[in-house]
């Protein structure tokens, strides 16, 4: 291994800036295809995302994004146009596979790997730019936004694109006798991330730049510099470019986009913990060690060099990012671990000018108890899958048996790495360890078919006298069934469920325990489906029934 990674070492401090460049892109397909296209729709939110984007593309009305029958408010419509535009660009959209939708979110994680090693070679050079680049790449939380058809990696590369631009110009202004300066690209690029952010989730990724750019004008006790950024033209421009789709939706809906974007959304969010998701301040920086793993090791063994270069500009700048929004985010009562993606740039950002020195510095008894302690959690993380999977079914042996071996491949080829003081073959390990965890966990939980009710419902409620059955449902709303049912399904409701067998090409699913009346009336029962639903948490017994 030690002969390994003097070799990989070499190999990589060779490429020049196009094939890092390439190098990266390979290692984010590796790291974000498995279980791309095989892994269900992930309830709740996913779902109802990818099929909004799909009614819209059915029914041509693209100001108005709808769930079912009703309106889906609480999200921009930035995100239903460019998974429409994604599955419109690779094919019909009756019928489009969900990889399909998933596909803005694949490209912009891709695009933010490139973005984060771009930030990081400007301030420290192409090693260091490298080294962020393969460490975010494997980053669990990154990874697992790349395979959902949802807004967060999305606007992740918003904020990375602006905060681009905006480190240019802070690098500038710091400079004594240097007159701040930005191209006019450069300025519509900025812009144009801002507009776009806007336009996918509202107002979070302006404000993770607006908080940083305020840090580093207080920091230099002088915001002139700002200027450069033309911000009366860049303003208008942002404005013309979101402000007819606010207008339109604010007069189809009467209002009620603001009422459930803000109301509903936002300020239930900073109010109180939304459904069910409410957690104390510090959540994050506790759950950070898994979410953020690999690069989680990288942090911890570098704490103490990015404290002794907290004056260079590289730390400077990853401080402003993360510091104020992440006490946004712990300060707010709901808390989901997504929320703070658009930060972890900023901690690569800092660990990336220091990490050669930390890895060539002597290796201490604390470096290793730190590497050892961060690795287990992904470890005990699949185990504790396995464990669970048991109590649902077949355990899902050879992913989760994959995952380890890679995890632990990957920590063998870090260890020999940081041993011998090889910085990039260090976060090649740091990478591979990131595959293991990511593609263990989802190839893993999408081969518990228990944890998959909608799949299995569809599947019996099919035949061939029936291909696109109405599913009349007392017992699993969830998204993920309507996404993936060729035919409507509907609420039960109050409606007695035998009369509601009378309609053509119907099945009526509902709890077991309820089901004697299906029975006594002769109803033919087409499966039970018991598991476990991934958006209640709740263990599921139900049966589908059809008539006689």
């Known amino acids: ?166 480190a240019r110009l802070w690098r500038a202004a710091r400079e004594p006798g240097t007159a701040a300066h930005l191209p006019l690209a450069q300025v519509l690029v900025f812009w144009l991330a801002v507009a776009a952010g806007i336009l996918v989730k509202g107002p979070v990724g302006a404000m993770v730049t607006g908080l940083a750019a305020l840090v580093l004008a207080l920091g230099l006790r002088r915001a002139g510099w700002l200027g450069a950024l033309r911000p009366g033209p860049g303003l208008a421009l942002v404005a013309a470019l979101v402000l ?48 953020f793993f690999p690069a989680a090791v990288a942090l911890a063994l570098a704490l103490p060099a990015i404290w002794q270069a907290r004056r260079r500009a590289a730390v400077v700048f990853a401080a402003a990012w993360t510091i104020p929004t992440w006490l946004v985010f712990e300060a707010t009562p709901t808390k989901l671990t997504h929320y703070v993606l658009p930060l972890y740039p900023a901690l690569v950002l800092a660990v990336a000018p220091v990490w050669q020195g930390v890895v060539a510095a002597p290796r201490r008894v604390w470096h290793w108890l730190a590497f050892g302690a961060i690795t287990l959690l992904p470890v005990a993380a699949l185990a504790a899958i396995g464990a669970y999977a048991a109590t649902l079914g077949p355990v899902p042996w050879a992913p989760l048996a994959l995952g380890l071996a890679a995890i632990g491949l990957g920590a063998a080829l870090t260890r020999q790495a940081l041993a011998g003081g090889l910085a990039l073959a260090a976060a090649a390990g740091l990478a591979v360890m990131g595959w293991g965890f990511a593609a263990g966990l989802v190839r893993g939980v999408t081969a518990v078919q228990a944890a998959w009710p909608a799949p299995r419902i569809v599947a019996a409620a099919v035949g061939p006298d029936c291909p696109a059955p109405v599913i009349r449902n007392a017992g699993f709303d969830e998204p993920s069934l309507t996404f993936l049912s060729p035919g409507p399904v509907r609420p039960l409701g109050a409606d007695d469920p035998v009369a509601a067998l009378a309609g053509p090409c119907t099945r009526v699913l509902m709890p077991t325990a309820e089901s004697g009346p299906m029975a006594d009336a002769g109803a033919r029962a087409l499966g039970r489906i018991t598991g476990l639903s991934l958006g209640s948490g709740k263990r599921l017994d139900l049966t589908l029934w059809a008539a006689p």
């Open 244 to 291: 007819p789709w606010y207008v339109a939706i604010t007069i189809l809906s009467d209002g009620g986009f603001w009422a459930a974007s803000l109301g509903e959304d936002m300020l239930a969010k900073v109010a109180a913990g939304q459904e069910n998701h409410g957690a104390p301040p510090g959540t994050y920086l506790a759950a950070m060690w898994l979410t």
């Open 1 to 166: 291994m030690a002969g390994f990674a003097r070799w990989l070492e070499a190999r990589l401090s060779g490429l020049g800036r196009r094939g890092a460049a390439a190098l990266l892109i390979a290692v984010s397909l590796a790291m974000f295809l498995p279980g791309f296209a095989t892994m269900p729709p992930l309830d709740r939110d996913e779902p109802r995302f990818a099929q909004a984007s799909r009614q819209m593309l059915e029914t041509g009305d693209f100001i108005d994004p709808r769930f079912r029958d009703d309106p889906r408010h609480k999200k921009p419509v930035g995100i239903y146009w460019l998974q429409s535009a994604a599955v419109a660009a690779t094919g019909a959209a009756e019928g489009a596979a969900l990889w399909r939708y998933r596909l803005p979110s694949l490209l912009a994680a891709i695009a933010a790997v490139l973005m984060t090693a771009r930030i990081a070679a400007d301030f420290a050079g192409p090693r260091a730019g490298l080294a962020a680049g393969l460490m975010f790449a494997g980053v669990f939380s990154l990874g697992m936004e790349a395979r959902i058809a949802k807004t967060d990696a999305v606007l992740l590369l918003t904020v990375l694109v602006a905060q681009w631009v905006l």
